[in-house]
């Protein structure tokens, strides 16, 4: 079940679930590199504590799901093993080009959490960084999610055509992540917004790069200053969710995309890396941007934060409802 909406100095924002601050992985080791997981065996049976791996040679699908998860977040955990992913996603090609077997045509990343993609990063450790002046960690975490989101933006450097399955609220850099796909399916009633300007903040992790190359500047920057959390249908008339499904039918309905567009799987393929070139996203653009995130990080009074941790409040108090 999505979750009630509840209000920070009287704007609507979903009554999300975290996990409390001490329970968080510090976010301050190095940034996830090349996992040696796949070298080490067959790329096609990866098995990772985060995310859940299944391969449909016969569809040529690549299924990874973030695991279950009572607190659905961001962590240095999750990306690695979404490192890991991208690095097996490439040996698998390279295999299939090489042997000419076992070949992928698409790659969709879901949740397996009932009712969320993912609540993107801990703002209570966003907040403490922030209050011991721990720029470094900040960076640190900053960075690895944009070498995520860059892999994801460009397909892991693949021919695949990528595709996002959110059936859930995806709020924050969980969003952003959905939006570094090829396509957005979404289910009728998720929910997904970028609640960072209610505290004095922007979506630092590629939501400006990809909202305005998918919906135009202008749209982009009024979804990212409302600050709003918008329904799947609203935001399927703006263009951004690229599918419609209706509840509970969101695998269903990447199937059926999958199916219908099969014949011009080449032809997609070709507008998706004409797209590349004609607009590119350079890596450099979203570590400017995220190094501005992180100065307006830094620059956050105390009453920012107090709303930043009120936030957190609302999510222990969803997390506790859900304990047995």
Known sequence: MLSPLVKVDDHPFSDVQSVEYREIPTPAAPAPKSS???????????????????LDFEQKIYWAAMRPSQHPMITMELLRDMMCVQESVRAIMEEG???????????????QTPGVYNFGGN???????????DYDGLREYAY?????????????HTPLITIALVQGDALGGGFECALSFDVLVAERSAKMGLPEVLFNLFPGMGAYSFLSRKIGMAAAEKLI????????EELHRLGVVDVLAEDGQGENAVRDYIARNRRKH???????????RINPLKYEELRDVVDIWLDAAMNLGEQDLRKMLRLV???ERRTDRQEP
């Open 36 to 54: 040696p997981g796949p070298a080490q065996g067959d790329p096609a049976n990866l098995l990772l504590p985060y995310i859940d791996v299944k």
């Open 97 to 111: 080009n090489r042997e000419q077997c076992r070949h992928l045509e698409y790659f969709v990343a879901a949740s």
């Open 123 to 133: 703002l209570a450790y966003f907040a403490d960084c922030i209050r011991r002046r």
């Open 144 to 156: 690895a999610c944009i070498d995520v989101v860059y892999g994801n933006a460009m397909a892991f």
């Open 225 to 232: 200053m409302s600050g709003a959390v918008y329904s799947a």
């Open 266 to 276: 080449n032809a997609h393929k070709a507008i998706y890396r004409s797209k590349r």
């Open 313 to 315: 409040s609302a999510q």
